[in-house]
């Protein structure tokens, strides 16, 4: 008898928040529309729910599901310094492909909505809700800048360090064969 060995999600309650603050902006600015008559109302909750969200996904989901952070800091010349976080190379290797799948996925997915809805608005004439679409869409993608930078930083360490590894191997092989003569 085969046994398939499926990998379910390591990080279940993260990755359930993880969506749930994207589905929870998204929903509520396209539901709101329906029953609320007060464009303040669905400006500020909305861009809430988008915030909640841009934070949690930076903070705590990045670092959770994909072993990454990011962050800009200002430097005293007045220059704009993005700074990146990665777990080591190991942890970076355990990480659950389900996790990282749903992670980067609901990331662009959440953009491509956005786009979605402020084609929506323009098509449809209203400012006031593009608006709130670009500041949702500004959020969102935001992340998708910091985290893809940060995983291309991710990438140059690990790859820095491998040489590094290598190197220093190569090198006490070469002492180690040349003290022996």
Same mark, same amino acid.
């Given at each position: 008898?085969? $046994?398939? @060995?499926? *990998? ?5 309650? @993260?990755?359930?928040?993880? +969506? ?36 949690? +996904? ?7 599901? +994909? ?8 430097? *005293? ?48 004439? $209203? ?20 985290? @893809? ?9 690990? $790859? $820095? ?19 022996? +003569?």
């Amino acid at each position: 008898r085969l $046994q398939t @060995t499926e *990998e379910n999600y390591a990080n279940p309650k @993260t990755c359930l928040f993880h +969506v749930l603050f994207k589905a929870a902006s998204l929903a509520f600015y396209i539901l709101s529309a329906l029953f609320i008559d007060s464009f303040v109302i669905i400006f500020v909750v909305t861009v809430f729910l988008a915030a909640l969200d841009f934070w949690v +996904v930076k903070n705590v989901s990045g670092r959770i599901l +994909v072993g990454l952070r990011w962050w800009n800091e200002i430097d *005293e010349r007045g220059e704009s310094i993005w700074k990146f976080e990665c777990l080591d190379q190991e942890s970076l290797a355990r990480m659950n492909k389900k996790d990282s799948w749903l992670f980067w996925w609901t990331l662009y997915i959440t953009a491509v909505a956005w786009i979605f809805l402020a084609i929506f608005s323009l098509i449809r004439f $209203q400012a006031d809700y593009l608006l709130v679409v670009g500041v949702c869409l500004s959020l969102s993608i935001a992340n998708i800048v910091g985290f @893809t930078k940060c995983r291309k930083d991710a990438k140059k360490q690990i $790859q $820095q360090f491998a040489s590094q590894t290598i190197a220093s191997h190569l090198t006490s092989s070469l002492q180690s064969a040349f003290s022996i +003569v």
